[in-house]
């Protein structure tokens, strides 16, 4: 009979415990991830004999992290191509600016798009040019442009930062 009694108790006090710690774990804790923002794709010439190509990138910004807050993580990437084909002799510069509309704040950061060589993907197709870097924009709407420095397309976005 004292089994059976002790049983029930301990049964109800493990369900009361673990009700109370999945409602803990879930009250106060706001979901960590993030947000991808495209940055529009840039015709631009590129330094090269017979090279154009494209600049576009990427606008991560982490939520509920507090060491990243007021960050952007910038990807920018660059396909470089003499005549329709990638070419590891064609080479762009291009230029992040930003601009925090909330606070005024303003920044850039410029990316060398250069190779001895391009890798090849899984098919044995090169892949695009990168640089990736990270600024501290401050939190709120940010302005972004991709400039290189060569003749080039406008590109640009606004994105949130948190």
């Known amino acids: ?47 090269g004999f017979g090279c154009a190509g494209e600049v576009w990138g990427n606008a991560r910004v982490w939520h509920n ?8 993580t910038f990807t920018v990437l660059g396909s470089l191509k003499f005549l329709g084909i990638q070419a590891p002799w064609c080479a762009v510069t291009p230029t992040v600016h930003w601009r925090n509309l909330t606070t005024g704040a303003t920044g ?10 391009e890798i090849p ?28 420095d060569m003749p080039h397309s406008p590109s640009v976005t606004t994105i949130t930062v948190d």
């Open 1 to 47: 009979m004292f089994h059976k009694r002790f049983r029930a108790v301990f049964t109800s006090g493990a369900l009361a415990l673990t009700a109370l710690a999945a409602v803990t774990a879930t009250a106060g804790a706001a979901p960590i991830g993030y947000t991808d923002t495209p940055l529009p794709q840039s015709s631009t010439a590129v330094r």
């Open 65 to 72: 992290l507090p060491s990243e807050r007021g960050k952007v």
């Open 108 to 117: 850039s950061q410029t990316v060398n798009l250069t190779a001895p060589a």
């Open 121 to 148: 993907d899984f098919f044995g197709m090169p892949t695009p040019k990168r640089g990736e870097f990270a600024a501290h924009t401050g939190p709120g709407r940010v302005e972004v442009g991709i400039d290189t």
